[in-house]
C-alpha cells in the first residue's frame, strides 16, 4: 500500500463530505439518500485491494463522524467494513472490468446494503428496530439509491477506457 | 513465535488490520459520552460547520436574504399573534363559563303573575299562579325587573301567596349599598322604614338600600329602593331610616320567584321575624 493511494481517497473525501452533508439531504426520500462517501471507499478498494478499502474506509468514516456530529464510531465501523468487503473484488488482471461494468454497481449494492444497515444498527441501538425494517428500510433502500448513483462512474470510466 | 506472528502478518493483514480497526472504532463508539471524545467532536463539528455556512453563504448570495429574513420576522410575529388569539379564545371560554355559572346557580327564576291583590294598608298580599308544582315553596323571595317585591308567605300546589313589602308583617335583613351599614326594613302603614339604627351610622339622602348578605331568604344585592329621610328619636341616639321603594306595587301584574331553598334554622328565625 503506497501512501498516495491513501492521500488521494482522503484529499477527494473532503468536498464528498460537504456534498454528502449539505446537497444530498435535498435529494433524500423519506430519510433516504444516496452515499457518496461509500461509493469512493468501493471504488479505492476495488482497485487497490482490502488493506487500503478498509484504511480509507476507516479515515472517511473517522472524518464523515466528526464533520457530521454523529456517534464517533459507527460510520467508522460501517465504512471499514464496506471497504474489506469491497476488497474482495479486487483482482490486479480485472480492475478494469470491476469498474468500468455493471460489476461496480453490484459491488456498490451489497457494500451499501452492509453499510446502512450497520450504521443503522451502530447509530440508532435505543431504537427497537425488525429485522425486516432493518433489511429493508435501512439497507436495502439506500442500497439501491446509492447503487443507482454509481453508475455514472462506470460509464463515464467505460467511455473513457474505450476511447 | 516471530515466525508465527510474521505468517500471520503475511497471511492475515487484511483480517488483522479489520478487527484492530473495528475494534479501535466499538472503543470510540462507547467513549462517545467522555468529555475528551466530546471536545474532540465539538472541535471538529463546529470548524467543519464554519466551512459548510460559508459554502451556504456562497451559494445564497444571489438570493434575497433581507425580503426573505423580512417575511420569516414576519411569519414568527403572525404565529405569536395566532398564540395570543388562542389564549384570548380560551380565556373568553373560561369567563363565560363562569358568568353562566353564576348566573344559573345565583338566579333561578320562576315566572309568575298576579292573579289577585289584597290592598291593604298593613296586609298588602297578592296572590300568584305558581305554586309547589312550579317548584315554588314558602319564605322564596319574590321580585321584578325593578327590585324586590316580596315572599311568599304561603305556597300551594298551584298558587301561592306574597306578601309584599308594604305588609306590615314583613321584616327584611336591608344594607346601605354604600356604607354597608344593615338593618331591619319592615312597613309601618305608611312607609318602609329602617327602624333603631345609631344615629352616628352613615345613611344618607339617596343612598341605595339593598337586600343583606346576613338574610338567607333572599339573595344578597337585589334592590329595594333609596333613603329619603332620616328621623332621629326623641332620645337622640337612634334614627329611622325612611325608604322609597323601586317597585310600585299598585302597577304590577308580572313578578318572578326566586327558587332558592333557604336554611330551614335561618329561615325559621326569619319567619319568626314576619310573625311578630
Known amino acids: ?163 | 513465535m516471530r515466525k508465527f506472528i510474521s505468517y500471520l502478518l503475511q497471511n492475515f493483514k487484511e483480517y488483522l488490520l479489520l478487527i484492530i480497526l473495528l475494534v479501535t472504532s466499538l472503543t470510540l463508539l462507547s467513549q462517545n459520552d467522555k468529555k475528551g471524545i466530546e471536545k474532540i467532536r465539538t472541535f471538529a463539528f463546529g470548524n467543519f460547520a464554519f466551512v459548510t455556512a460559508s459554502l451556504n453563504s456562497l451559494a445564497n448570495i444571489f438570493v434575497d436574504n433581507d425580503e426573505l429574513n423580512q417575511l420569516r420576522i414576519q411569519n414568527a410575529e403572525l404565529m405569536l399573534e395566532v398564540n395570543r388569539l388562542r389564549n384570548y379564545a380560551l380565556e373568553n371560554h373560561e369567563l363565560r363559563n363562569l358568568m353562566n355559572y353564576k348566573d344559573t346557580s345565583s338566579f333561578p327564576f320562576v315566572p309568575a303573575e298576579v292573579i289577585s291583590k289584597l290592598i291593604s294598608n298593613t296586609q298588602h298580599n297578592f296572590i300568584i299562579n305558581v305554586g309547589n308544582k312550579d317548584s315554588v315553596y314558602k319564605g322564596m323571595g319574590v321580585i321584578n325587573e325593578k327590585g324586590l317585591i316580596g315572599l311568599i308567605s304561603e305556597a300551594h300546589s298551584n298558587f301561592s301567596m306574597v306578601r309584599t313589602i308594604k305588609n306590615a308583617r314583613l321584616k327584611i335583613a336591608v344594607t346601605n349599598q354604600r356604607s354597608g351599614v344593615s338593618g331591619i326594613m319592615t312597613w309601618d302603614g305608611t312607609h318602609l322604614i329602617i327602624k333603631n339604627i345609631p344615629s352616628n351610622y352613615d345613611f344618607q339622602m339617596g343612598d341605595r338600600i339593598v337586600t343583606s348578605d346576613f338574610s338567607t331568604i333572599m339573595p344578597p344585592m337585589v334592590s329595594v329602593g333609596i333613603v329619603t329621610k332620616k328621623e332621629i328619636t326623641v332620645s337622640g341616639q337612634l334614627s329611622n331610616i325612611q325608604v322609597e321603594p323601586f317597585v310600585d306595587l299598585n302597577k304590577i301584574s308580572d313578578l318572578f320567584v326566586l327558587k332558592i331553598i333557604p336554611s330551614k334554622q335561618i329561615d325559621s328565625l326569619q319567619l319568626n321575624l314576619m310573625a311578630q
Do not use: W
Request: one cysteine or more; aromatic letters at 12%.
Open chain 1, 1 to 163: 500500500m503506497r501512501y498516495q493511494d491513501l492521500i488521494l481517497p482522503i484529499l477527494i473525501s473532503i468536498p464528498l463530505i460537504i456534498i454528502q452533508i449539505v446537497v444530498v439531504p435535498f435529494f433524500s426520500i423519506d430519510n433516504i439518500g444516496p452515499d457518496l462517501l461509500l461509493i469512493l471507499v468501493v471504488y479505492f478498494a476495488v482497485k487497490f485491494g482490502q488493506i487500503n478499502g478498509l484504511t480509507v474506509g476507516f479515515i472517511i468514516g473517522m472524518m464523515f463522524d466528526l464533520s457530521s456530529g454523529g456517534l464517533l464510531g459507527s460510520a467508522m465501523f460501517s465504512k471499514t467494513l464496506a471497504g474489506f468487503i469491497a476488497g474482495y473484488f479486487h483482482n490486479e488482471t480485472s480492475v478494469d472490468t470491476n469498474l468500468s461494468t455493471y460489476n461496480f454497481s453490484l459491488i456498490v449494492l451489497l457494500c451499501a446494503i452492509i453499510d446502512s444497515a450497520t450504521y443503522s444498527i451502530l447509530g440508532g441501538s435505543l431504537v427497537n428496530l425488525s429485522t425486516a425494517a432493518l433489511i429493508i428500510n435501512n439497507g436495502l433502500f439506500p442500497g439501491l439509491y446509492t447503487s443507482a448513483l454509481s453508475m455514472p462512474l462506470f460509464i463515464f470510466r467505460s467511455k473513457r477506457s474505450f476511447n
